[in-house]
């Protein structure tokens, strides 16, 4: 059974600092892109920044560029994780993480962590 098991998120002032981790099992996970993609109610959902071993690619969103920085560690434990730096307001969201077969695919999904920046 696949699982991907998001963690980390809460309540941040502007400016702040958290990072989310996501936990992933029943997959082999070199083999898969990983994606932190957030939803805000009333909006689109947007893609925040994703990650592939197999080619070493990233993504970021305009949005999260320089603050935002996606990593993953596959030695000790599957997880891929979001350290999110400058926290603003408008970042308030659930962050939910993704994997997929490559960049821009996602397959599997994690449950979602609330992330509230306050001004």
């Known amino acids: 059974e696949v699982q991907l098991q998001a963690s980390g998120g809460g309540l941040v002032q502007a400016g702040g600092s958290l990072r989310l981790s996501c936990a992933v099992s029943?997959?082999?996970?070199?083999?898969?892109?990983m994606s932190w993609i957030r939803q805000v109610p009333g909006k689109e959902r947007e893609v925040v920044s994703c990650t592939s071993k197999s080619d070493g690619s990233t993504y970021y969103a305009d949005s999260v560029k320089g603050r935002f920085t996606i990593s993953s560690d596959s030695n000790t434990e599957n997880e891929v994780f979001l350290q999110m730096n400058s926290l603003k307001p408008e970042d308030t969201a659930v962050y939910f993480c993704?994997?997929?077969?490559?960049?821009?695919?996602?397959?599997?999904w994690g449950q979602g962590t609330q992330v509230t920046v306050s001004s």
């Open positions: 029943g997959i082999t996970f070199d083999d898969y892109a």
């Open positions: 993704a994997a997929g077969v490559s960049l821009g695919t996602y397959i599997h």
